[in-house]
């Protein structure tokens, strides 16, 4: 019995000593888990003489989320297309987006590969995190092994959280970003928070 108690101790303890974060990491701070705050920090890879993130709700009022500075003479009025990024339900407010202006011609970025390539080169933390959810993870800043982050030259790393099942289990991932290239390189660091309850009132549609 003895034997079976210290087993369980001991595995106990290698579990959770896969999310310890390391002290060179700093916690994300709580305003960038929310994504509407992120996108007022993108740098576009491109000059563009105007952009709007937008979700598809029909009122045009309610749709924006985030405009850059928009120059008086120039007036934007586009079809919502039927698929964007981070899509989460069927129906209205359920996508994001973003429209912008090149040389007097509208484009779209609608979809989790084209908001990389408008965010381009990565310039800051919210970019990062951006471009860590576009992959499907999260920031859990409840806990430094699913929210915190390093900011090197060349690369920004970041410990993200991903949520599944139900009760809700969250893994922890180590996510290495090129800034250059914004390419993404992950390790999955084990669970470090497994719930007790089950809610099935929000459904994630699959990309």
Known sequence: MKLMVITSLLLSHLFFAQTAVPDD???IPDILDTTEYLYPFIIPDKDYGYWRVLTNDTDPEKAVIYESQMPDFMTINEPIPERGFFQQCMGNRCFSYILACKKERSVYFSSEQQLRDFIGTVDNLP???LLAQTYGFSIDTSNKAGGSYKIEDNYISLYVSKPKGCPEIKESYVIKIN???????????????KGENCNTSAQVIDK
Do not use: Q, W
Not at 180 to 192: C, F
């Open 179 to 193: 800034r250059k290239t914004g390419r993404l390189e992950s390790k999955n660091n084990g669970v470090y928070f």
């Open 25 to 27: 990491y700093r916690k």
């Open 127 to 129: 970019e990062a995190i």
